[in-house]
């Protein structure tokens, strides 16, 4: 089991009145698994994605990611997990735009302090992964939708994380960079990687082996195929 | 770090005017203070320079009572058990391993007994020299002649004048070949002498003109063996060596008074010889010029303050433009500490720049000083390296509010704004 969330509750305070965002959320997810979180906006799937990920913590419940008890980490353990456990890929890539593709996939290995001459050749190789060894200097704004995305995969990749976060990583790309978006996370999970992919397309969810549906922060498993 | 730095250089680069703008505060403070340093450096040596015997090595050994020099105003001031200088003493103080050359001369210092045409002249010293006087203390005789041997075997009444006593004595005459009466003995002007090297001071305070010009109002010389005919035999007298380097003038000055005051009598306790310490005057007058220009410094101080400010400023901007990036770097696995570090290089290597270009105007504007109004300027590699590291340490302190906002930015929140 890489990833074991049992009954989790969040709850936002507005004013004076407490919200309750996410209802007794379980989720147990093993490794090499492709799992898609699919449900509408203010469902709280945003809210679970930030737990999962690490960034925020839940107002009760259990969280285990490889094998770690998440929330009696401090701060700077956390900082550690997001950057040894956790590949993000964002929805609108979050690429720095002044570096190069390959300092934009070499910047993680930075804080986990690999010297330069090593964070180049694994940058480069991420690189190569996600298919873009052509493109290794050049900048955001030379890139493509599809292609930031895919920078976005090889850093996210780069320093071989447990899991793979992925909050809408086709909301910002037209149908045919989706599919190669898509067929690069198949292939990244035929290759071993557990993916967790968070949706609102039930299109693009179809691409995982397993859905679950969350709907006012009530998490529910899908059973047999979803359709087309 | 190194990668810090050399993203800072890119981001300082990419915004080049916003950069300089913000630096602009602290070039401004830090070349201000630069010249200001130079000025009073190069004031200071000068000063040094010209009264360290007027580059001369000269040590004047007086006579002192109670921490002052002891003058001889008339016969009533003359103390008892103190000797002329003897041949035999002055070969002693000759033959010091410091001492190049001595000489001893009589002194009355505004003497009343002196007249020119019936007017009675002021202020002016008046000495009974012997041979060595001008060759030791750096005087040449620029109009008339110069004493010679039978001016002193015939007793001869003829004066020599410093130019300020021909200047006070004589406004518009020619003084070479006048008469002066001194004590009703009339003597005859045979030359005018000046120091080989002058000191002449920049004038810029009210300060500055009483320690410059509380000096007398210039000398007249006279053969030592012509000082008994209008003074008295056997009068104290003081001594003036001259050191074989700067660094011998302490101890030329303490050895021959150590000399002399062997020869004073064992019952005369009050007034003894000392060497006049001119590195203390001049530290004196070093000390007045460094006051007024210490206050200038603080005034400086306060555009570096303001400077600091303004990078403070910008650094906020910076941050609250750059959230997402936060964000990003967070969610990815940056610390808390590699933010901060991240943004307290950044602000440092911003000011460090403004603070090298600042050290550099500063060094220009001095030059400029000293070419357009001629106060002597030295250039001080100390206060250079000095003022760098501390334009460091401002965008240091003045980064660290931007910095820890940046650290602590919730990355949830960093990533959702767009």
């Known amino acids: 089991m890489i990833l074991k969330l049992d009954h989790i509750y969040k709850d936002y305070i507005q004013g004076k009145m407490t919200v309750p965002v996410l209802k007794d959320v379980s989720l147990h997810v093993e490794q090499g698994e492709y799992v898609a979180i699919m449900g509408p906006s203010g469902s709280g799937k945003s809210t679970l994605m930030n737990i999962v990920g690490c960034l925020d913590r839940p107002t009760s419940g259990e969280y285990e990611l490889a094998g770690k008890n998440i929330l009696k980490l401090n701060d700077k353990l956390l900082a550690d997990v997001r950057l040894n456990s956790i590949g993000f890929v964002f929805q609108n890539f979050q690429l720095l735009p002044r570096m190069s593709a390959l300092d934009n996939v070499a910047l993680p290995l930075i804080y986990a302090g690999v010297r330069k001459k090593v964070r180049r050749e694994k940058a480069r190789e991420a690189l190569i992964r996600v298919g873009l060894e052509e493109r290794v200097s050049f900048t955001p704004s030379q890139l493509s939708g599809g292609q930031k ?46 993916v967790i992919m968070i949706t609102h397309d039930s299109g693009i969810a179809g691409h995982a082996k397993r859905v679950v549906t969350i709907f006012d922060g009530e998490l529910s498993e899908q059973k047999g195929e979803v359709a087309q | ?256 008074a150590d000399i002399l005051n062997k020869t004073i009598s064992p019952t005369q306790t009050e007034t003894k010889y000392k060497a006049d310490d001119v590195l203390e005057r001049a530290q004196r007058l070093q000390d007045l010029s460094s006051a007024t220009n210490n206050q200038l410094i603080w005034i400086a101080s306060i555009s570096l303050l303001v400077g600091g400010i303004g990078v403070m400023n910008i650094m906020l901007v910076s941050v609250t433009e750059r959230t997402s990036e936060i964000g990003l770097k967070k969610a990815i696995g940056a610390q808390k500490g590699s933010i901060l570090g991240q943004f307290l290089t950044e602000a440092a290597v911003l000011t460090s720049i403004g603070g090298i270009i600042g050290v550099a105007s500063g060094i220009g504007m001095a030059q400029i000083i000293n070419k357009v109004s001629g106060v002597a300027v030295s250039i001080s590699v100390p206060a250079s390296a000095v003022a760098v590291l501390f334009s460091m340490l401002i965008g240091i302190i003045f980064g660290l509010l931007p910095s820890v906002k940046a650290a602590n930015l919730d990355p949830i929140e960093a990533l959702r704004r767009e």
């Open chain 1, 149 to 194: 995305q895919r920078v976005a995969i090889a850093r996210a990749m780069v320093n071989r994380p447990d899991i793979l976060l992925a909050d809408e990583p086709t909301g910002a790309l037209d149908s045919k960079s989706s599919k190669q978006v898509m067929e690069l996370f198949q292939k990244l999970n035929d290759e071993g990687v557990t």
């Open chain 2, 1 to 256: 770090m190194l990668e810090n730095v050399r993203l800072s250089f890119q981001g300082i680069w990419s915004h080049k005017m916003r950069s300089f703008l913000t630096m602009l505060g602290i070039i401004i403070g830090i070349a201000s203070i630069i010249s200001i340093v130079s000025t009073i450096k190069g004031t200071n040596e000068e000063i040094k320079n010209n009264l360290i015997g007027s580059g001369n090595n000269t040590v004047e050994v007086v006579l002192y009572q109670n921490g002052y020099t002891y003058t001889i105003y008339s016969e009533s001031d003359i103390p008892h058990g103190i000797r002329e200088v003897t041949d035999e003493v002055r070969e002693q103080i000759r033959d010091l391993e410091s001492v190049e050359n001595v000489t001893c001369y009589n002194e009355r210092r505004n003497t009343d007994s002196i007249f020119y045409l019936n007017n009675e002249v002021n202020g002016v010293s008046i000495r009974g020299i012997d041979t060595d006087y001008f060759s030791t203390t750096g005087y040449t005789v620029h109009r008339g002649r110069n004493f010679i041997e039978d001016d002193y075997k015939k007793f001869r009444k003829v004066l020599i004048l410093d130019q300020t006593a021909a200047d006070t004595m004589f406004q518009n005459e020619d003084p070479i070949g006048k008469t002066i009466e001194i004590s009703k003995v009339p003597f005859t002007i045979i030359g005018i002498v000046d120091a080989v090297k002058k000191f002449t001071p920049t004038i810029s305070t009210v300060q500055d003109y009483y320690s410059y010009m509380s000096e007398d109002s210039g000398t007249i010389y006279m053969p030592k063996a012509s000082w008994p005919i209008v003074y008295s035999y056997d009068e104290p007298e003081n001594v003036i060596v001259r050191a074989a380097s700067v660094d011998d003038m302490e101890n030329a000055g303490r050895q021959t």
